[in-house]
C-alpha cells in the first residue's frame, strides 16, 4: 500500500459511533460545558449513520399522560419475561421525555392534536414525520460545537495502566491511520447486523431490518479488552412485512389490522400471552403447523386509512410502497405478509451488550457503552438510547475532572495495532471478505437457530457451531483486502466471527427457554426461574481465545432508591 500517515488526535471525550446515543451525547456535553472537547468518530457520516439512517415514524418509548418511569419498567418486564436490569431501565425511562422534547426543539416535527400535545400512538409512544431525523440531529451536533471525524472506522481500545485511555482506527477514503487520546470514551457503536444469514438472498442481501453497516465492532473492541458482556443469548428477531422487512407496528398499533394465518383466523389468542417475542414464536408455529403464511389484515382500511398508512411509511419504508405500486394494487387490496427476520445483537430492542453501572461506566475503567451496544435494557429505542447516553456524558464529565490526558508516543501498542490493521492489505493472495462472511452466515443460520432452522437451538448443533466457527477463525488469518473499502469489510467481519463465538457460548449455557424465538432451547423448552433467574455474562480471554461464563444475580427495583 502507500504510504500511511499516523494521525495523533485528544480530546476530553471520545465518542465512538454517532448514531442517536452518540449525536446527543456530543450536544449534552456542550450544553453543559461549552468548554470541554468532544470528538465523535463515525466509520461512515453522522447525516445518515446508524439506526436511524432512513428515518423513523414514530418515538417508541415516551411516557404519554398516565404513565411513569415505573409504568415502563413494569411493561419491559412483563415483555421480556421480568429478567431486565430493573435499574437501568428505571433511570433511562426518567429521561425519556426530556429526549423526545429535546428533538422537537431541533425542529423533528411531532404529530399533535387540538390542544398541541403530542399525539399518541400507544400508551408508550407518540407520532412523527421522522425521515429527516438523522440530519436534524447531526446539524444539532454541528451547531453545538463537537467535533466530528467522519469516514474513520474504529478498530480498537488504547489501553494503558488497565485504563481506556482512547482508541485506534483507519480512514475508509485516505492513508490515514489515527491513534486519538482521550481522557474517557463513550462506545455508541450499535448493536450486530450480519452474524446470520440474511431473509433475502444476492443483491436483496442487505434488505433486512437492523442496518447492515452495525457489524458488532463495538461489542468485538471491548471483547479483546476483556469488558463484561451480558445477555447475547437473548437475540432480536423482528416480525416484519415479508421481503421489503417493513415494519409491522405501523400496521397492527397505527390501523388496528388483525394477525391472522391463512385460514383467516386470529391466532394469537391461541398462545400463552401477546408479548414481542411470543408474536413472532406464534407466527413461525402457524407456518410450522400448515396455516400459514400469516398476515396483518388492512382490507378494512378506507381510502383516507389507506393514503394515511403511505405516508407512514414513506417516514420510514418506502420499500413497501415501491411494491404496492409495482403490483399495481393498494394496501387495502389484500392482507400483508408477514414473516421472522434473521436475528440480530442489539441492546435497544432486546438487551445484549456490555455488562454497566447506572452510571452506564463498563468494567473497564475510563469506558462508558450507551445505546444499543449497552446490554440490560430493552425497548428503549431513540429516546431510550439518548437518555442511556445523557447519563454516561454527565458522568463522564465529572470523571474526567481527576484524569490528565496521557503523552503522545509511538507506542509498541500502536505499532502492533497498526499492523493488524493493514496486514491484510499487504497479502498477495488469500480469501475476501465477501466468501468468509458467507461462511459465518451459514455456520449460525444452520447451527445457531437462524431463520432456516425457525431459531430453534439445541447442544448438539451448538457444539456444532462452536467447533466450525475455531475454525473459520483460524481462516481470518488468511483474509485479504484490495483496497480501504474492502479493508473496512474484512473488519467488519473479524469482528462478526468474535461476536458469533461469544454468543455461542451463552446460547450453550442457559439451559432454559426463557425467551421464545429469541432464545429457544428444543432440548430445555421451559422456562426454569428456579434455576435460571440470572443474568449470563462472559469474558473474552484475548490471549487464550477462550470465553469464561460468569453468573451475575438480577437487581431489583426494591433495591433502588426511587423516591
Known amino acids: 500500500m502507500e504510504q500511511c500517515e499516523v494521525v495523533e488526535l485528544t480530546t476530553d471525550i471520545l465518542i465512538i459511533g454517532g448514531g442517536a446515543a452518540g449525536c446527543y451525547a456530543g450536544v449534552r456535553a456542550k450544553e453543559?460545558?461549552?468548554?470541554?472537547?468532544?470528538?465523535i468518530v463515525d466509520k461512515a457520516h453522522i447525516e445518515r449513520s446508524g439506526c436511524l439512517a432512513a428515518g423513523i415514524n414514530a418515538i417508541n418509548a415516551y411516557l404519554n399522560p398516565g404513565v411513569g418511569p415505573k409504568d415502563f419498567l413494569?411493561?419491559?418486564?412483563?415483555?421480556?419475561?421480568?429478567?431486565?436490569?430493573?435499574?437501568?431501565?428505571?433511570?433511562?425511562?426518567?429521561?425519556?421525555?426530556?429526549?423526545?422534547?429535546?428533538?422537537?426543539?431541533?425542529?423533528?416535527p411531532f404529530l399533535k392534536d387540538e390542544e398541541g400535545n403530542f399525539l399518541p400512538r400507544g400508551r408508550r409512544s407518540v407520532q412523527i414525520k421522522g425521515e429527516n431525523i438523522k440530519p436534524i440531529m447531526a446539524q444539532a451536533v454541528r451547531d453545538s460545537g463537537v467535533d466530528v471525524l467522519n469516514r474513520v472506522n474504529i478498530t480498537n481500545y488504547l489501553i494503558e495502566d488497565n485504563r481506556v485511555k482512547g482508541a485506534y482506527g483507519f480512514s475508509v477514503r485516505d492513508n490515514k491511520f489515527y491513534s486519538i487520546n482521550a481522557k474517557a470514551v463513550i462506545c455508541a457503536t450499535g448493536g450486530a447486523a450480519g452474524i446470520y444469514r440474511p431473509n433475502n438472498p444476492g443483491q436483496a442481501r442487505h434488505k433486512m431490518w437492523y442496518p447492515p453497516?452495525?457489524?458488532?465492532?463495538?461489542?468485538?473492541?471491548?471483547?479483546?479488552?476483556?469488558?463484561?458482556?451480558?445477555?447475547?443469548?437473548?437475540?432480536?428477531?423482528?416480525?416484519?412485512?415479508?421481503?421489503?422487512?417493513?415494519p409491522t407496528g405501523t400496521i397492527a398499533q397505527g390501523f388496528n389490522a388483525r394477525q391472522v394465518n391463512a385460514l383467516g383466523e386470529e391466532y394469537q389468542t391461541n398462545y400463552e400471552k401477546n408479548t414481542t417475542p411470543l408474536r413472532l414464536y406464534a407466527t413461525v408455529e402457524e407456518n410450522k403447523a400448515g396455516r400459514g403464511p400469516c398476515y396483518l389484515d388492512i382490507t378494512h382500511l378506507d381510502t383516507q386509512e389507506n393514503q394515511k398508512i403511505k405516508e407512514m411509511f414513506l417516514n420510514m419504508s418506502p420499500g413497501i410502497l415501491l411494491k404496492w405500486a409495482d403490483r399495481e394494487i393498494e394496501p387495502q387490496d389484500e392482507p400483508v405478509e408477514i414473516c421472522?427476520?434473521?436475528?440480530?445483537?442489539?441492546?435497544?430492542?432486546?438487551?445484549?451488550?456490555?455488562?454497566?453501572?447506572?452510571?452506564?461506566?463498563?468494567?473497564?475503567?475510563?469506558?462508558?457503552?450507551?445505546?444499543?451496544?449497552a446490554g440490560g435494557a430493552p425497548?428503549?429505542?431513540?429516546?431510550?438510547?439518548?437518555?442511556?447516553?445523557?447519563?454516561?456524558?454527565?458522568?463522564?464529565?465529572?470523571?474526567?475532572?481527576?484524569?490528565?490526558?496521557?503523552?503522545?508516543?509511538?507506542?509498541?501498542?500502536?505499532?502492533?495495532?497498526f499492523e493488524r490493521v493493514y496486514a491484510p492489505l499487504q497479502r498477495k493472495e488469500g480469501?475476501?471478505?465477501?466468501?468468509?462472511?458467507?461462511?459465518?452466515?451459514?455456520?449460525?443460520?444452520?447451527?445457531?437457530?437462524?431463520?432456516?432452522?425457525?431459531?430453534?437451538?439445541?447442544?448438539?448443533?451448538?457444539?456444532?457451531?462452536?467447533?466450525?466457527?475455531?475454525?473459520?477463525?483460524?481462516?481470518?488469518?488468511?483474509?485479504?483486502?484490495?483496497?480501504?473499502?474492502?479493508?473496512?469489510?474484512?473488519?467488519?467481519?473479524?469482528?462478526?466471527?468474535?461476536?458469533?463465538?461469544?454468543?455461542?457460548?451463552?446460547?450453550?449455557?442457559?439451559?432454559?427457554?426463557?425467551?421464545?424465538?429469541?432464545q429457544q432451547r428444543i432440548d430445555y423448552p421451559q422456562r426454569d426461574d428456579q434455576n435460571w433467574f440470572i443474568f449470563v455474562n462472559s469474558v473474552y480471554d484475548q490471549q487464550t481465545g477462550k470465553v469464561k461464563i460468569l453468573e451475575r444475580e438480577p437487581i431489583e427495583l426494591g433495591d433502588l432508591d426511587v423516591s
Open 379 to 417: 425497548k428503549k429505542y431513540v429516546t431510550g438510547a439518548m437518555a442511556e447516553a445523557e447519563i454516561a456524558v454527565l458522568d463522564a464529565l465529572e470523571y474526567i475532572k481527576g484524569v490528565a490526558l496521557r503523552e503522545k508516543s509511538q507506542s509498541e501498542q500502536l505499532t502492533k495495532e
Open 213 to 246: 453497516f452495525n457489524t458488532g465492532a463495538g461489542y468485538a473492541m471491548g471483547l479483546r479488552a476483556g469488558a463484561e458482556m451480558t445477555t447475547f443469548e437473548m437475540r432480536f428477531i423482528a416480525l416484519r412485512v415479508k421481503d421489503v422487512i417493513s
Open 32 to 39: 453543559e460545558n461549552p468548554d470541554v472537547d468532544i470528538l
Open 340 to 373: 421472522g427476520t434473521e436475528p440480530y445483537l442489539v441492546g435497544g430492542h432486546a438487551q445484549a451488550g456490555y455488562w454497566i453501572n447506572t452510571d452506564r461506566h463498563t468494567t473497564l475503567e475510563g469506558l462508558y457503552a450507551a445505546g444499543d451496544v
Open 74 to 108: 413494569d411493561y419491559i418486564k412483563q415483555d421480556s419475561e421480568d429478567l431486565v436490569r430493573d435499574d437501568l431501565i428505571y433511570t433511562l425511562a426518567q429521561g425519556l421525555n426530556r429526549a423526545a422534547d429535546k428533538l422537537e426543539q431541533w425542529g423533528l
Open 431 to 518: 480469501v475476501g471478505p465477501a466468501e468468509l462472511e458467507e461462511r459465518l452466515q451459514k455456520i449460525m443460520d444452520e447451527y445457531a437457530g437462524g431463520v432456516g432452522t425457525n431459531y430453534e437451538l439445541h447442544q448438539e448443533k451448538l457444539l456444532q457451531a462452536r467447533k466450525l466457527l475455531r475454525v473459520l477463525e483460524q481462516d481470518l488469518g488468511s483474509i485479504q483486502a484490495e483496497n480501504l473499502h474492502q479493508l473496512l469489510q474484512v473488519h467488519e467481519v473479524i469482528d462478526r466471527v468474535i461476536v458469533a463465538r461469544v454468543l455461542v457460548e451463552h446460547l450453550l449455557y442457559r439451559k432454559e427457554t426463557r425467551w421464545k424465538s429469541y
